[in-house]
């Protein structure tokens, strides 16, 4: 035996030293590498089977190329289709025009005419052919105007016509009181024409009215105006002529110089003669021949 095994147990004999309990082999250094490798080797394969699991998990949400496992991961995002946009339109609200107030234009107030007025300064003569009393009351209300004209001249340049609206209807020396074809006469239009062919400021016109008349008057214009007779009655008649146009003639048909007129009357330049008419003789004749006149225009 050795001596150890004879040594007395101390404090009391309970209790021994924990290396003598031991067996001395886990105090080896065979045992203590063993011991270590063997701690290792579990580590690393902890390790191994851990680093396995997260590549799946990896390589399976994200598409792996050669170089996805030796260089740092990206995350790359895949794009997404893009969505349509969605637009709605507002309604615009058109614009209601309101209406626009356009006052009606203030009618103009017709000049108040004097009750009477009368001409002086123009004198009548004889007509110098049976038939150009025409030519006779346009040489007559010419002279008024500052101009001098012979009635033969005058007359000499109205043409010959089977429409008294274009020109003289007959001859001049002809009966009065006919219609055309026959020996007749001429209107205002050819009248009006050669006084302008004189310089003068002359101008036809049909139906006029009785205020136009005396507005003329009022001014100091004398009207050259085509009645029945000596301003007496007549009856309207529709002539037409060989070319087709239609016009009213009258027997008896006969031009006058309108010079003056008062509530109810006119005053007339009837060749040398100045009378007076009634106003509803002068517009019964003077309406035969649709009102016809020549005035002076500005």
Same mark, same amino acid.
Request: aromatic letters at 10%; zero cysteines.
């Given at each position: 035996m050795s001596s150890t095994a004879n040594q007395p147990e101390q404090a009391g004999g309970r209790f021994s030293p924990l290396s003598q309990k031991i067996p001395s082999i886990f105090f080896s250094v065979p045992f203590l590498i063993a011991l270590n490798l063997l701690t290792l080797g579990g580590f690393i394969t902890y390790v191994i089977l851990n680093h396995q699991q997260e590549p799946s998990q990896v390589l399976a #949400? +994200?598409?792996q190329t050669s170089s996805v496992l030796n260089t740092r991961k990206t995350p790359s995002l895949t794009p997404?289709? /893009?969505r349509t946009p969605f637009y709605f339109t507002i309604p615009t609200s058109t614009p209601t025009a309101s209406p626009t107030f356009n006052p009606s234009p203030t009618p103009t107030a017709a000049p108040t005419l004097p009750a009477r007025a009368n001409?002086? &300064?123009i004198v009548g003569h004889r007509q110098s052919m049976p038939l150009s009393c025409e030519a006779?009351? #346009? +040489?007559d209300w010419a002279a008024y105007f500052g101009k001098s004209i012979n009635e033969y001249t005058f007359f000499n340049g109205i043409p010959l016509h089977d429409n008294p609206d274009k020109g003289f209807v007959g001859n001049v020396y002809g009966s009065w009181g006919q219609i055309p074809p026959? #020996?007749? &006469?001429v209107h205002a239009k050819p009248i009006a024409q050669r006084l302008r062919e004189f310089g003068l400021q002359a101008k036809h016109v049909r139906d006029m009215t009785w205020r136009e008349l005396k507005t003329e008057i009022a001014a100091g214009r004398p009207v050259i105006v085509w009645v029945v007779g000596h301003v007496g009655q007549g009856i309207p008649v529709s002539y037409t002529a060989p070319g087709g146009a239609v016009t009213t003639v009258a027997k008896f048909e006969h031009t006058v110089v309108a010079i003056g007129y008062t509530e109810d009357k006119i005053v007339i330049i009837d060749g040398a003669k100045t009378y007076t008419k009634y106003k509803g003789e002068f517009l019964k /004749?003077? &309406?035969v021949l649709e009102n016809q006149a020549v005035i002076w225009i500005d």
């Open positions: #949400a +994200v598409p997404e289709p /893009s001409i002086t &300064g006779r009351s #346009a +040489v026959n #020996a007749y &006469g /004749s003077w &309406g």
